[in-house]
């Protein structure tokens, strides 16, 4: 590639070519296990798990063109079902690594409380918010303020519950 073609590639480009290389993941993912005669690796049975149990997106995957393409506008009301499988992922791999430090057993706890799938969907409020600061100050995401949101949320379900 010439110095000129390489200063034509825009960040925008960059992004767009790595979302539908994320995409096209999923889709061959999902499609790697429908037809069952394939090994998958382990994130794709993390990412297959994490599919299954949203069987509004099996249809979606299935159109690969389409779902590599689509545009999801949140200010249409409109939810991407890459971003949140992608948060369900990311996640479970806090809770493997325990990072931030506390959240494996703060995530266990909220388990006992909500069941698995419905904790990861309450979680994702607070990891967006923290990415949300993080991205609107350009900095890494405040760890302290995420826990202390999961903490939060923790004792509305204590509270919620009886």
Known sequence: MSSDNASNITSSD???????QLRQFYCDTWDKHLKQKQTLTDLEQQVTAVIKEHPEYHGLLENK?????????PEMGENNPFLH?????????????????????????LV???GVHDTEHEMMECL???MWQAQ?????????SYLDC????????RTNKG
């Open 65 to 73: 063109e389409a779902s590599v393409n689509a545009e999801y506008l």
């Open 85 to 109: 499988m992608g948060m369900h992922l990311g996640i479970r791999e806090q809770v493997t690594t325990n990072r931030p430090v506390g959240i494996a057993e703060l995530y266990q706890r």
């Open 136 to 144: 609107q100050n350009n900095i890494a995401p405040d760890e302290n």
């Open 14 to 20: 960059q992004y767009e070519q790595q979302r539908e």
């Open 112 to 114: 006992a409380l909500k």
């Open 150 to 157: 999961l903490g939060k949320m923790e004792e509305k379900f």
């Open 128 to 130: 967006s918010e923290a």
